[in-house]
C-alpha cells in the first residue's frame, strides 16, 4: 500500500510539473500576461508580489527550459509546483481556463499511469523477441492482427505538445478514459447507427457511400442491418462512437429514435482501436482499408470534437482534388500523399428545427482511408507525435532510437526533413495549399527505421489561397464556413511555421538537443539546407514565399491568448524568433 501511495504521488507530481511548465513557458512565449525580464528569467507583477520563472536555457524557437517557478513577496519565496496554484494568482477558479487546466492534469496523471502499465509489459515481450529498438519490435509483432500505426499512436502520451490543455476532456469519467483512450489501448466498439434518407446528407469523392463502404469491409454490419431494418434502401449508415451514443444521441435525437428515423443496428458492432485523436478509430484487422472519424460531444484541448457538417463536405470534395492533383504532379506525389476521406455523411434535420448546427455536428463521420493498407512489407507508419515518446523497448525517446539508426541525430534530422518538407513546401508554394502538417496529423513513412515519406490527414485546419489556386484548377468546391480560403498569403505562411516548425520539428529538435547534447544550430542548419534544396526546383513565386519563410518572424499560434479570450475559431499569432537566424531571447513588455 505505501508502494502503491508513492508511485500515485510520483505520478501526480510528474503531471503537476508538465503541464506547469507548459502553462508557464505559453504564458511567456504568448505574453499572455505582461511580464518583466529578469537575468535569469522572467517576472510576472501582480501588485507587491510577483510570479518569478527561473529559466537555464531558451531555444533557438523560443521554446524554455524552465528550473522552477516562485511566488514572491517581499522576504517571502513559496516555489510553486502546481499549475493551478498559478492561474489562480490570475483567475477565478470557476474560469473555463482554469477548469480545463484542471482537467487536464488529471488526464495526465491517468495517462501516464496507463504508460508505465502497457510499457512494462511491452519492455518484457521485446526482451523476449531479443529486439533492442521499437523499429525492430513492430516489424518482428506486424501482422494483420497488429498494426504498428495503431501501436504508435497509442504510445502518445502528453498529447498537444505546447498547450497547457494537452491533456483536457470535459465530460469524459476515468473509467470512460480507461475503457476508450488510445493511452489505455482503448478499444471503442463503433455503433452502426441507421438514418432514415430524409434526414441525412452524404458527400461522395467518387460514388461509394458510408453504407457500401462498411458493408465491403464488415458483412456482419451489413447482415445485420438488412435483417432488422425495414425498406433497408430508404436507410444510410453513420457509425457512431459508444461514449457518443450513450451520452449524446439517446437523449438529444430521441424523438427520432422513437419514431423509427434513427435504428441502432444491434449485434453488429465494429471493432476499433483508438487513435492520437481519440474519436478517430482504426479498424482492428488492419487488412480493411479505412479508418472512422467520429464525433464525441466532449472537450479535447479548447474544442468539442464533434464533427462539422461542412467538414463532411469538404472531406470527400479536397480528397477527390488532392487524388487528381497527385496523380497529375510527380514531383509532388514522390514526397507526400494525402489520407483520402472516400465518403462522410451528417445528420440533418428537419426545416425549422432551432439548433441544427447542434443536430449536424453531433451525429456525424466521416470514413478516412487506412494508410497502412498499402504499405510495403518492411514499411511502418509513424504518426510525428510519437517520436517525442518514450520507447517501451529502450526507455529512451523514439527520435532518439531513430537517431541512433541514422548514425547521428543531424543525419536524422536531414532525413526526416527530407521525407516532410518537400512536399509540404510545394504544396505551399505552387497551388498556395497550407496543410497543417504539425505532429499529429503528419504520418510518416520509415523503412529500417528511417523515415522516406510523408502521409498528411486531416483536411480541417489547412488554408487555401483562392487566388493562386484557381490559376491551376479554376473553381475548387469548397464550403468556406470553416474559414479555408483565404486571400492573405501571409496567412498561409503563418499555418506552416505555426505547424510544421512550432508544433513538429522545432519539438523534436528541442527533445533531441535535451536528450543527446547534439547542437540545436546544427539540427536547424540541416533544415534550413532542405528549405533551400527544395526552393530550387520550384516556381519564381514558390521560391519568394519560402524567402520570407527563412527571413520573417516564426509566428506561432497564441493558444493560451485565444483560449483566454475566448478566441478559439480565428486565429491569433504571436511573433517568434526565426529558427534560421541567431535570433533568439526571451522577449518582455
Known sequence: MHNETNRTTYIQNQADRIILHLLVQAMIREEAYPYDLLPNGAAFPIGKAALEVEITHTYRLGQLDIARVQYVEGEDVHEITDPLQVLGLFLPTDDPFYIEVKNSVRNLALALTA???????????????????????????????????????????????????????????????????????????????????????????????????????????????????????????????PWQWKHTIVKDYQADIEAGRIKRVKGADIATAALISFRSLAPLNNQWKHHIKTAVNIQMTSAVRTVSAAST???????????????????????LSTMKEPAAIHYQPSTGVEDAHFFQKNLAAIVRENPEYALGDEEVAIPGASLLAPSPVSGKTIAEEASERAGSPRAFIRRYAEALLPGVLHLLGEYGIAMEAHLQN?????????????????????????????????????????????DDTEELLDIFTHSVLHNHLGEIIVQLARKTG????????????????????????????????????????????????????????????????????????
Open 115 to 241: 504508460s508505465e502499465e502497457r510499457n512494462q509489459k511491452v519492455e518484457q515481450e521485446a526482451e523476449a523477441l531479443g529486439v533492442s529498438d521499437v523499429f525492430s519490435y513492430v516489424l518482428q509483432k506486424k501482422s494483420k492482427a497488429f498494426s504498428p500505426l495503431t501501436f504508435f499512436e497509442q504510445l502518445v502520451i502528453q498529447g498537444h505538445t505546447i498547450h497547457p490543455c494537452a491533456r483536457t476532456r470535459i465530460g469524459l469519467s476515468e473509467k470512460e478514459a480507461r475503457q476508450y483512450a488510445p493511452e489505455w489501448g482503448g478499444t471503442p466498439a463503433v455503433i452502426p447507427v441507421a438514418v432514415h434518407k430524409q434526414l441525412f446528407r452524404e458527400t461522395l469523392m467518387e460514388g461509394k457511400t458510408v453504407k457500401e463502404i462498411l458493408f465491403a469491409e464488415y458483412p456482419e454490419v451489413e447482415k445485420a442491418f438488412l435483417s432488422e431494418i425495414n425498406h433497408p434502401d430508404d436507410y444510410g449508415l453513420i457509425p457512431v462512437h
Open 518 to 589: 547534439c547542437a540545436e544550430d546544427g539540427l536547424w542548419a540541416e533544415v534550413e539546407m532542405v528549405v533551400k534544396e527544395t526552393a530550387v526546383r520550384l516556381s519564381e513565386e514558390a521560391r519568394e514565399d519560402i524567402q520570407r519563410i527563412l527571413h520573417r518572424p516564426a509566428r506561432m499560434k497564441a493558444l493560451v491568448q485565444m483560449r483566454l479570450k475566448n478566441e478559439v475559431t480565428e486565429n491569433r499569432y504571436v511573433d517568434m524568433p526565426n529558427p534560421f537566424t541567431k535570433e533568439s531571447e526571451v522577449r518582455g513588455r
Open 313 to 335: 463536405y469538404n472531406g470527400p470534395m479536397l480528397s477527390r482534388f488532392f487524388k487528381d492533383l497527385l496523380e497529375s504532379d510527380e514531383a509532388l506525389r514522390s514526397h
Open 442 to 486: 503528419a504520418v510518416v513513412v520509415f523503412k529500417g527505421g528511417h523515415p522516406l515519406r510523408t502521409i498528411l490527414r486531416d483536411h480541417g485546419g489547412i488554408r487555401v489561397l483562392e487566388k493562386r489556386l484557381a490559376e491551376h484548377f479554376g473553381d475548387v468546391p469548397i464550403d468556406a464556413s470553416t474559414n479555408l480560403l483565404t
